[in-house]
């Protein structure tokens, strides 16, 4: 069983940077693709970012390619998503997960979930 931890979320005006962090609790996370999801209030669960299990590999939607960066993988027992030039309409709440497929945007093929951090994007 993986237990993965993310943090980083909170208020940040728009323009403005945060830096998300996901951490394994229990076993390690080296050997699995990871991913970011997002999801805004009243909205689905939505891709944002994957990264390799290798780390060598990077996956990111239209949405977000360009401003958002992740890394990690590569028996790195961390992975990160840094967010820059931050959105209102990126406001949501976060999540990483683990799973067996290197960037693959389907919830269904993650495994394992964070519990979420929230992000909001002040206007």
């Known amino acids: 069983q993986v237990q993965l931890v993310d943090t980083g979320g909170g208020l940040v005006q728009t323009g403005g940077s945060l830096r998300l962090s996901c951490a394994p609790s229990?076993?390690?996370?080296?050997?699995?693709?990871m991913g970011w999801f997002r999801q805004a209030p009243g909205k689905e669960r939505e891709f944002v970012a994957a990264?390799?299990?290798?780390?060598?590999?990077?996956y990111y939607a239209d949405s977000v390619k360009g401003r958002f960066t992740v890394s990690g993988g590569n028996a790195k027992n961390t992975i990160y998503l840094q967010m820059n030039s931050l959105k209102p309409e990126d406001t949501a709440v976060y999540y990483c997960?683990?799973?067996?497929?290197?960037?693959?945007?389907?919830?269904?093929?993650?495994?394992?979930w964070g519990q979420g951090t929230q992000v909001t994007v002040a206007s």
């Open positions: 229990g076993r390690t996370i080296d050997r699995y693709a």
């Open positions: 997960a683990a799973g067996y497929y290197n960037g693959s945007p389907r919830e269904d093929e993650y495994k394992y």
């Open positions: 990264v390799s299990g290798s780390g060598s590999s990077t």
